[in-house]
């Protein structure tokens, strides 16, 4: 359905990547991966159309409908959320509104009868008497109730518009959906409501995600872009992950015999295959992983950070309090007596839909703000290490590079003041060579979450206090983070959006609502 033939782009006198010969078939999902940078957002607009490649072709069969999930949350002010969702099927709308004009013209004629007539033939043909109700089902699926449906766009929160035009790229059955990072800024429940939809989903979907839970939910196949090249692999993300490390620790094992390794590989493979499925596309991955030839397993090279989280000292038995804390912002009560207790190897995470409240509480337990009511009281061992979900005031208008930068948080300790020290702890967050002698306040989201990782690594305590520390991240940073925090053995008190680092890592959920917890 989608063949692309020796596709190349080029920025600035350099390949993004080059020499890409793939093809995507209907009822598969795609899922686009690869580290920041990469180009995955390019080769999403490539295969959309919103970008001409510099070599190379896209060739989609013209009968099939492509929806794309647009960008521009503020696109659709002048329109209600019901027309919004209906222009997903642009031909659809435009029947309809034709249709509307004539009938409402005061001077019909025979001619517009006529018209009306064929309209209406073609507007019954396209579903157009249940596209009101379809688009109902969808937001309603997202999360955005009856009350707001025929509200303009321009009065929506903006946290409801992406949902808003996630429900427009799904609607009137397309044959084709493209989704640029489709998860970002949906709460749990919407991601669940996205995943079921797509799962049944009978036509294709290629999907750009940082979301691992979701790549490994819905897609049959990865599309690696790496080092210049994009290539295809059979299975979710979880299977080219585990087999691109199983692959590279054979490689580094040259005294294994092949016939080892490829017992080994098969094994593998049947132990993904083997998998319960009953959704669609968990059984077509099934099917596909059951053909699957040893010579066709990915054997990424990328390469991971090291992140690994020692504590100076163990915790002792009282964690932290928090008994009856409120706060009201801006006339808005975000916490209305919030009391718990964290017990010795607690990993909690905190989730509710008011990402403000979630931040406040942070803000309150770190002394970073004060509460309206209550108390809290950290245990006379607890060492915290705090990363906010906005950091900028550690980087903006600061001149320090890298190594300065880190210098400013390393125990007091003699060999602490060495560079080589500082380096050592950049160098496991991927910062080499000259990188580590880079202004702070150039670098990009990705590489300052990096810095606070590293920081709080150096910082060596038993309690992480974590805001969202995913976001900006990529699949390698985070699946590196996530992996040190199943192994950590103090504490954490986390929010993250990011679904299959809440289920790995915590043991505890708190719920915050606006009634308290």
Not at 178 to 205: K, Q, R
Request: one cysteine or more.
């Amino acid at each position: 359905m989608i063949t692309v033939s020796n596709l190349g782009m080029q920025f600035g006198g350099q390949w993004l990547f080059q020499h890409v010969d793939l093809q995507f078939l209907p009822g598969n999902c795609y899922g686009i991966i690869g580290a920041n940078g990469a180009g995955k957002s390019t080769f999403l607009r490539i295969l959309t159309g919103e970008l001409d490649s510099t070599n190379g072709s896209v060739t989609i069969d013209p009968t099939k409908r492509v929806s794309v999930l647009k960008q521009n949350q503020n696109a659709y002010d002048d329109y209600t959320v019901m027309d919004t969702v209906i222009m997903g099927n642009a031909h659809l709308y435009e029947v309809m509104k034709e249709k509307d004009a004539i009938y409402e013209k005061p001077d019909f004629t025979d001619e517009d009868g006529l018209r009306a007539a064929d309209l209406e033939a073609e507007f019954a043909e396209l579903g157009g008497w249940e596209a009101e109700s379809d688009a109902s089902r969808l937001l309603q699926g997202l999360g955005i109730g009856t009350e707001l449906h025929y509200e303009q766009m321009a009065s929506v929160d903006p946290r409801l518009k992406v949902k808003i035009l996630l429900a427009q790229a799904l609607f009137g059955n397309p044959d084709i959906v493209m989704l640029d990072e489709p998860t970002n800024n949906l709460d749990i429940e919407a991601i669940n409501w996205l995943e079921d939809f797509l799962l049944d989903f009978p036509g294709m979907v290629i999907a750009v995600s940082h979301d691992r839970h979701f790549l490994n939910t819905v897609c049959t196949h990865t599309v690696d872009i790496d080092y210049g090249k994009i290539k295809m692999y059979v299975g979710n993300y979880d299977f080219w992950y585990e087999s691109s490390q199983m692959v590279q620790a054979m490689l580094r094992n040259k005294n294994k015999r092949n016939q080892e390794k490829i017992e080994e590989l098969q094994l593998f493979i049947q132990r993904f295959s083997a998998n319960k499925a009953k959704a669609k596309q968990a059984t077509a991955r099934r099917k596909l992983l059951d053909k699957l030839t040893v010579e066709e397993m990915p054997a990424s090279s990328r390469r991971y950070p090291f992140v690994g989280f020692t504590m100076e000292r163990e915790c002792g038995k009282e964690i932290l309090a928090v008994e009856g804390i409120s706060k009201t912002l801006d006339g808005r009560k975000v916490l209305d007596n919030v009391s718990f207790r964290v017990n010795k190897g607690d990993k909690i995470a905190f989730v509710g839909e008011d990402e403000i409240a979630k931040s406040t509480l942070f803000k309150i337990v770190m002394g970073e703000m004060e509460p309206d009511e209550g108390t809290y009281k950290w245990g006379t061992t607890i060492t915290t290490s705090y990363f906010p979900l906005d950091n900028s005031a550690f980087f903006n208008d600061c001149d320090l590079n890298l190594v300065d930068w880190l210098a400013q948080f390393t125990p007091k300790i003699p060999e602490a003041n060495t560079e080589s020290f500082k380096r050592a702890f950049l160098g496991r967050m991927l910062f080499s060579g000259d990188d580590v002698f880079k202004p702070v306040k150039v670098l990009s989201g990705g590489e300052k979450v990096r810095c606070m990782v590293a920081k709080m690594m150096i910082q060596q305590p038993n309690t992480l206090v974590l805001d969202s520390p995913t976001n900006h991240l990529d699949l390698e940073s985070i699946q590196a983070f996530n992996n040190s925090l199943i192994n950590f053995k103090g504490n954490v008190l986390m929010s993250s959006h990011d679904h299959e680092f809440v289920n790995t890592v915590a043991n505890r959920i708190i719920e915050l609502t606006p009634n308290g917890m």
